[in-house]
């Protein structure tokens, strides 16, 4: 175990709906990030949150959002969902947003 | 923007054999590198970094080489065990940005 926790592991649903993943990161870190890991992308960083404000932003989608709550766990939405964006959505954290990644085991997103 | 590959995107090695995995990045003011090791349903997991201002550094059992000359770095895995077995990525981080992008990784098979 890690000790980032991601909820839930396994989410299937049909295109054009909308899905919140979730992120508690390792106790005592201030920073989340979400990558998402596709057969032919490899891991792409989506957006990097500290402390509840954006720090980062990636290749993340105008559908896609995120945000991190006073209790440092944070939540990425996906709406409007298409085939392609089925995936494994990682959460990582660090204890200040530099180094020192810890990753989560990951969301497996299938749409239908 | 950095640009991250690994040259093989499959490695097959028998137990015991030592396994060299490469990995090239475009982005000549790339100054931090990570290794990381991703196994079946697992997020990736630290393995060993080096800053740009080292040509070598060695962990337990693992060894990064960096050759900035040619942008290059090397994973290498002595004694390779079946609990190897899995997919090896490489990061690179450059600018102070902390967000590393990955390359696509390459699948270790350790076969005993």
């Known amino acids: 175990d890690s000790g980032v926790t991601q909820t839930p592991k396994h989410l299937i649903t049909a295109t054009g709906q909308r899905v919140t993943l979730r992120c508690s990161p390792r106790s005592g870190d201030l920073s989340v990030y979400w990558y998402q890991q596709s057969l032919d992308q490899g891991l792409q960083f989506l957006i990097q949150y500290y402390n509840g404000e954006e720090r980062a932003k990636g290749n993340i989608l105008e559908r896609f959002s995120a945000q991190q709550f006073p209790d440092l766990h944070s939540e990425l939405n996906l709406s409007s969902l298409e085939l392609g964006d089925s995936a494994l959505y990682f959460c990582?954290?660090?204890?200040?947003?530099?180094?020192?990644?810890?990753f989560g085991s990951g969301t497996r997103l299938t749409v239908v | 923007g950095e640009s991250v590959g690994l040259h093989l995107p499959t490695l097959s090695v028998q137990e015991g054999d030592n396994s060299i995995i490469n990995c090239a990045y475009s982005n000549s003011a790339s100054d931090y590198f990570i290794w990381y090791k991703q196994e079946s349903g697992k997020g990736p997991q630290f393995i060993i970094d080096?800053?740009?201002?080292?040509d070598k550094r060695q962990g337990q059992r693992v060894t990064v080489l960096l050759n900035k000359t040619v942008k290059h770095l090397s994973l290498q895995i002595a004694a390779t065990q079946p609990g190897d077995s899995a997919v090896y990525f490489c990061?690179?981080?450059?600018?102070?940005?902390?967000?590393?992008?990955f390359g696509r990784g390459t699948s270790l098979i350790v076969h005993p």
């Open positions: 990061a690179g981080e450059s600018g102070g940005s902390y967000i590393p992008t």
């Open positions: 080096i800053r740009s201002n080292m």
């Open positions: 990582a954290s660090t204890p200040d947003g530099f180094y020192g990644y810890t």
